[in-house]
């Protein structure tokens, strides 16, 4: 009998105990639903609202589960939004499928916003319609679409038979000219061992690229030589290899000489002339 009670009585404890608790929890449980650590991240409305990394991150999602065309025009989205990595992305994964005729628009978008990558599947494409030419002419491309059109080119020269100058060049290399491979610009060089002697050049070159990041070059450059008390006619010749990291810079290796001075050995940096305006503003 006491036994009986003494269940009873535990018994009504517990329900007492959880007739308190139950209010607590239940709000607990639907602040940590609502909070979104056990709800997966709504994507697709996300990337409806024009969130670019929500389209990206959908895409990722639905290629992992297999299904690539849902996946697409997930990234089709953020490509309309002007994401070119997802244009390349949704390019590819459209050709991988044999859809060309929905492949070209990203694809397209990618090479006019001068991706190397892009480009190169572009070129694929051309070739699997059967347009060699077009295929060739974008193979061409895009070894050189994404260099600078404009750097500002440093460098250093040195004499063979002593001293040497400071060179400070500005490049000009537009896809119009030869898909970058015909360059013009002008030249200083001012001569270390004589200070009053500067050279002035203009120049035109030409680079012919073996990869997106490898290009033997050589130019002619003519202009004068400046000194205190008189000017003399130049002109002058050299040649060398560029080695490319994409469109931020290059550097430079190559030997010259000139009718005003001796054979020398040359080291330059370029940078595109943006890159090169904002790191001159950091310093000053």
């Known amino acids: 009998m006491d036994t009986s009670v003494a269940q009873q009585g535990?018994?009504?404890?517990?329900?007492?105990?959880?007739?308190?608790?139950l209010p607590c929890v239940l709000p607990a449980c639907a602040t940590?639903?609502?909070?979104g650590v056990e709800t997966p991240p709504d994507l697709a409305s996300r990337c409806e609202a024009h969130e670019l990394s929500a389209c990206t991150a959908w895409g990722d999602q639905l290629l992992g589960e297999g299904r690539w065309e849902e996946a697409a025009a997930a990234y089709g989205r953020a490509c309309q939004w002007n994401d070119t990595t997802a244009c390349l992305t949704e390019g590819r994964l459209r050709m991988e499928h044999g859809d060309l005729d929905r492949a070209e628009p990203?694809?397209?978008?990618?090479?006019?916003?001068?991706?190397v990558e892009g480009t190169q599947i572009l070129a694929d494409l051309s070739a699997a319609r059967g347009d060699e030419a077009g295929a060739a002419r974008l193979r061409y491309e895009a070894l050189s679409i994404d260099k600078s059109v404009v750097e500002l080119v440093m460098g250093y020269r040195f004499g063979m038979?002593?001293?040497?100058?400071?060179?400070?060049?500005?490049n000009v290399q537009p896809m119009a000219m030869l898909a970058r491979r015909l360059n013009v610009g002008a030249n200083v060089t001012v001569s270390t061992r004589y200070s009053s002697r500067v050279e002035l050049n203009g120049y035109v070159g030409y680079q012919h690229?073996?990869?997106d990041w490898a290009a033997p070059y050589a130019r002619l450059l003519v202009g004068s030589q400046l000194s205190s008390r008189t000017a003399r006619p130049n002109v002058g010749a050299e040649a060398g290899?560029?080695?490319?990291?994409g469109s931020l810079?290059?550097?430079?290796?190559g030997v010259g000489?000139?009718?005003?001075?001796?054979t020398y050995v040359s080291v330059e940096v370029g940078l595109d002339w943006v890159l090169a305006l904002m790191i001159l503003a950091e310093i000053h």
């Open 10 to 21: 535990l018994l009504h404890a517990a329900v007492r105990w959880w007739v308190v608790l």
């Open 32 to 35: 940590l639903s609502s909070s």
């Open 106 to 115: 990203p694809l397209r978008k990618s090479y006019e916003a001068n991706n």
């Open 161 to 170: 038979t002593g001293g040497g100058g400071l060179t400070v060049d500005l």
């Open 209 to 211: 690229f073996l990869s």
């Open 241 to 245: 290899m560029k080695f490319f990291s």
């Open 249 to 253: 810079a290059h550097l430079g290796l």
């Open 257 to 262: 000489t000139s009718s005003v001075g001796s």
